[in-house]
């Protein structure tokens, strides 16, 4: 069964703290993104990355990078972590641009 | 801009009663009308892709249906195990990433 496996389903953190988030798929997909997901609001892009070594800005990506070292692999960072990114982060990839995603089961980060 | 509206935002309904989630878009350029379904605390999950106006998908006790500006997710007979917030995103010729409604949370009651 194909996959996309987030390291972490709940992760506390401190302010200021450097937080990565890791994101693994199965499915030799070229496109893998990051987005959040708080109520009322959706889900929003923050990054996303079409090749290795490639990434490109979403709606909301400050306070955000992102690591695309291996086709596989696609890592979200915040660099110093904040209250108001507290959040639902939710990992996807994708194939080809008509296809749909498979996303991951979701890391629910609080940052204290 | 993309933009996709769904309606209502929350819905409850007794089992076995039917009813229909709207989405709402306006995109340049389409490419993909996707359906998700996502339970509490889980990432979401694929339901269906509609390309063309016109076109209908099902699922056993889900319908959907694709117009110029709107789909239809159609619950037929639902059961409690439908409960869940379903979400509707489009893709568009010109971007990779897809844009996403806020969803629909569905409660069915026993």
């Known amino acids: 069964d194909v996959k996309v496996t987030q390291s972490s389903r709940y992760l506390v953190k401190r302010t200021g703290e450097k937080v990565f988030l890791e994101c693994v798929q199965d499915?030799?997909?070229?496109?893998m993104f990051w987005y959040r997901q708080d109520p009322g609001l959706g889900l929003r892009l923050i990054y996303f990355?079409?090749?290795?070594?490639?990434?490109e800005k979403g709606d909301i990506p400050e306070g955000y990078s992102v690591s695309r070292e291996k086709k596989e692999r696609f890592s979200l960072i915040l660099e110093s972590a904040s209250t108001n990114q507290t959040s639902m982060y939710l990992c996807?990839?994708?194939?080809?641009?008509?296809?749909?995603?498979?996303f991951g089961s979701g890391t629910r980060l609080t940052v204290v | 801009e993309d933009q996709v509206t769904q309606s209502p935002e929350a819905l409850r309904l007794q089992e076995g009663e039917s009813s229909s989630l709207n989405c709402s878009y306006t995109?340049?350029?389409?490419?993909?009308l996707f359906w998700y379904r996502q339970d509490p605390g889980k990432g979401p999950e694929f339901l269906f892709t509609?390309?063309?106006a016109g076109e209908e998908k099902e699922k056993e006790r889900l319908k959907a249906t694709l117009t110029k500006k709107e789909s239809f997710l159609h619950i037929t007979a639902p059961k409690p195990e439908d409960s869940a917030t379903y979400l509707c995103?489009?893709?568009?010729?010109?971007?990779?990433?897809?844009?996403f409604g806020s969803g629909t949370r569905l409660q069915v009651q026993p």
């Open positions: 509609l390309y063309s």
């Open positions: 499915m030799d997909h070229e496109n």
């Open positions: 990355s079409y090749d290795v070594k490639m990434k």
């Open positions: 995103a489009v893709g568009n010729t010109g971007r990779r990433a897809l844009t």
């Open positions: 995109v340049s350029g389409l490419r993909g």
């Open positions: 996807a990839s994708r194939a080809l641009t008509g296809s749909g995603y498979t």
